[in-house]
């Protein structure tokens, strides 16, 4: 008997935005071994830059302001949760990134209207139905990859607030203290180095705070941004905003929704709650 198909996602970009002769899809697939990853030279060019960014932090947290630091207790502290929460963001960046956000659905190439404009259902770089189409994954969004997407989103404004909390407190004891002796650094070197650090802190919070408030709120109401500027009736079965969580995250409840080394486990949930 053959599981019921999870309810696919409509595309948030005009139909003329993406050229096919523009996009290189991922080759077929011979085998479910096989790693998915879009060869788009904007996303891989994006994909590295999150990363450049992440690694710049921790160069800065690290070897600027936690080294020199004269407290032992207080580096080893920070330095523990700042470096595992960005091994954690970049863990789920790389699932995000190489996980087939919907291994379920087929190509198609059906079109929906909306007022004077027509949007695609499919995003014609991954081929596949999704939420949509994120460049800093380098990767649609769907049902098999939203999960380490919140992930990502998450840990990235979690570092990004710890780095901004970590340089407040920095600029707190080089004030007080001689500059020379607060950083390995010239103080006009370390001062630099901070700024740029609560510019790319305070931009990357923002930004991953506003994607993880849409994604979650995505989830719990079981509607992307273009069906609910559509309006029109839901043709899908309504489910608790419990259930939907479970339907990305797994089931049942258990620290392994906050790992992006577990995948979903769908497989205790009541696969009808799934049925469109």
Not at 23 to 43: E, K, L, Q, V, Y
Not at 179 to 207: D, Q, R
Request: glycine share 6%; net charge positive; charged share 15%.
């Amino acid at each position: 008997m053959k599981s019921p198909a999870h309810r696919t996602r409509d595309i948030e970009r005009q139909a003329g935005y993406l050229k096919p002769e523009h996009c290189a899809p991922p080759p077929p697939r011979n085998g479910s071994d096989t790693m998915w990853f879009i060869r788009d030279g904007c996303g891989i060019v994006c994909g590295v830059i999150t990363w450049f960014l992440v690694f710049y932090a921790e160069f800065v947290v690290v070897f600027v302001m936690l080294l020199p630091a004269k407290n032992v207790a207080y580096s080893l502290f920070n330095g523990v949760i700042f470096n595992g929460l960005a091994f954690l963001a970049l863990a789920s960046h790389a699932k995000a990134m190489c996980t087939d956000p919907n291994s379920s659905v087929a190509f198609s190439q059906q079109t929906l209207q909306l007022g004077n404009q027509e949007f695609p259902l499919v995003c014609k770089r991954c081929i596949k139905k999704m939420d949509h189409h994120c460049p800093w994954v380098n990767n649609c969004v769907g049902e098999n990859n939203q999960k380490y997407f919140v992930l990502f989103t998450m840990y990235i404004a979690l570092i990004s607030f710890h780095a901004l909390i970590l340089v407040a407190f920095h600029f707190v004891f080089c004030i007080e203290e001689d500059w020379t002796k607060c950083s390995n650094f010239s103080p006009p070197a370390t001062v630099i180095l901070l700024i740029l650090l609560c510019f790319e802190g305070l931009l990357f919070l923002i930004f991953t705070a506003v994607m993880f408030g849409t994604q979650v709120h995505s989830i719990c109401t079981d509607e992307t941004g273009i069906e609910q500027l559509k309006k029109e009736e839901r043709r899908w079965a309504k489910k608790s905003r419990w259930m939907n969580m479970k339907v990305v995250f797994g089931h049942p409840f258990s620290i392994a929704w906050l790992s992006p080394f577990a995948t979903p486990d769908h497989g205790k949930a009541d696969v009808y709650q799934y049925i469109v």
